[in-house]
Nanobody, 127 residues
């Protein structure tokens, strides 16, 4: 089994920053991509950002480009999401997900490309 545990969420004022972390453990194997999704109340889960195994191929949703940065730890099983210039529209539960063996950057925005998900961490941005 694979476990993904997110941390770093919280309450922040508009314009502020937060850094989310996610650690994957268990039978993860190697070579997998990692992604971040979010889900606001009453809305569908949406893609935020993703990164490949080597960390040199990144994908971002248009809504977060230029504000959020995804990065992979040197240990490869950790992924970070640095979120700057936060707005109330960024309020959501943020989920980390591990890519399927068939994962690739051109399908990174699709939830079906991921086989394991974390429990999520709440991010609330006040106006």
């Amino acid at each position: 089994q694979v476990q993904l545990v997110e941390s770093g969420g919280g309450l922040v004022q508009a314009g502020g920053s937060l850094r989310l972390s996610c650690v994957a453990s268990g039978r993860t194997g190697t070579g997998y991509g990692l992604g971040w999704f979010r889900q606001a109340p009453g809305k569908e889960r949406e893609f935020v950002a993703a990164i490949n195994w080597s960390g040199d191929s990144l994908v971002y949703a248009d809504s977060v480009k230029g504000r959020f940065t995804i990065a992979r730890g040197s240990a490869k099983n950790t992924v970070y999401l640095q979120m700057n210039s936060l707005t109330p529209e960024d309020t959501a539960v943020y989920y980390c997900a591990k890519g399927q063996p068939t994962w690739a950057t051109w399908v990174a925005e699709t939830p079906r490309s991921y086989d394991y998900w974390g429990q999520g961490t709440q991010v609330t941005v006040s106006s």
